[in-house]
C-alpha cells in the first residue's frame, strides 16, 4: 500500500472516529462517548475551567435541552505518526424546554492519538462562534 493511499486510509479513520463523536454526543451516548476518549483526554474552551475526561462525560450528560443534530463543516486532518491534529466547524441545532429552536456553531481543534490501532481524541479545544443564521449554515 502506498504512503498516500495510507494517509488516506488514516485520514478517513480520524474522520469516521469524529462523527462517532458527534453522533454520540447528539445522543447524549456517554458509553458511546466514552469510548471514543482517550484516559487523559480533557476538554478546553476560552474563560472556562479545563474539563477532564469524567467532568466532560458528565457535561454531556447534562445538556439541557434536546440536540436535534449535530454536523462537522470545514474538516481538516494534519497527520503526523501516531498523532493526528483535526480542525474544523461543528454546528449543533437544538430545541429548548419552551419549543424554541437554535444553532451553536464552534470551531474545533481536536489532538487524536493512535493507541491498540484505533483513534482516540485525547484533547478538544472549542471555541463559540457568533450565532450564523439558518440560511448560513449548510446542512
Not at 450528560?61 to 474544523?88: K, Y
Request: net charge negative.
Amino acid at each position: 500500500m502506498s504512503t498516500e493511499t495510507e494517509h488516506a486510509d488514516e485520514r478517513e479513520a480520524v474522520l469516521r472516529v469524529e462523527r462517532e463523536t458527534m453522533q454520540a454526543i447528539r445522543g447524549k451516548d456517554v458509553a458511546a462517548l466514552r469510548d471514543l476518549l482517550a484516559e487523559e483526554f480533557v476538554y478546553r474552551t476560552p474563560g472556562a475551567t479545563d474539563a477532564g475526561r469524567a467532568q466532560f462525560l458528565d457535561n454531556i450528560a447534562a445538556i439541557p435541552f434536546e440536540l436535534l443534530a449535530v454536523w462537522g463543516e470545514e474538516q481538516h486532518v494534519f497527520l503526523s505518526g501516531e498523532t493526528a491534529v483535526l480542525t474544523g466547524v461543528q454546528h449543533a441545532r437544538y430545541r429548548a424546554d419552551d419549543g424554541t429552536e437554535g444553532i451553536s456553531t464552534v470551531a474545533f481543534a481536536d489532538v487524536l492519538v493512535k493507541r491498540g490501532g484505533r483513534w482516540l481524541l485525547a484533547l478538544a479545544q472549542g471555541v463559540e462562534l457568533p450565532n450564523a443564521t439558518e440560511s448560513e449554515v449548510t446542512l
